[in-house]
């Protein structure tokens, strides 16, 4: 019988009180499974507002969702949901 490489789509979420260190987790996990954070914080969603919403950066982990909108428009769930199916199909793509 031939190997065969079975790939898993696996998706881990991460959730819980502001401040509790949720971030610092995922970007620990991500770099020991080569893996993506996708935020979905409600305020991290805006540009401009980097120190107010905690929104944390490691040049070795890919964080999506983060300056998706300005905060002078609307921007709902419905929004972000679109975004993120993408992003999360993207990631699983590749």
């Known amino acids: 019988m ?3 490489l079975i ?3 696996r998706l881990l979420v991460i959730c819980g009180p ?3 260190g949720k971030t610092s987790l995922g970007i620990k996990l991500a770099k020991k499974f080569h893996g993506e954070i996708v935020s979905a914080d409600s305020r991290q969603v805006y540009k401009y507002m980097d120190i107010g919403t905690g929104k944390e950066w490691d040049s070795n982990v ?3 969702g983060y300056d998706l909108a300005d905060p002078k428009q609307k921007f709902s769930v419905a929004h972000y949901i679109k975004i993120a ?3 999360i199909n993207d990631i699983w793509s590749f």
């Open 7 to 9: 790939l898993r789509r």
């Open 2 to 4: 031939k190997n065969k």
């Open 18 to 20: 502001t401040a509790t």
């Open 62 to 64: 890919q964080i999506w």
């Open 85 to 87: 199916q993408k992003i």
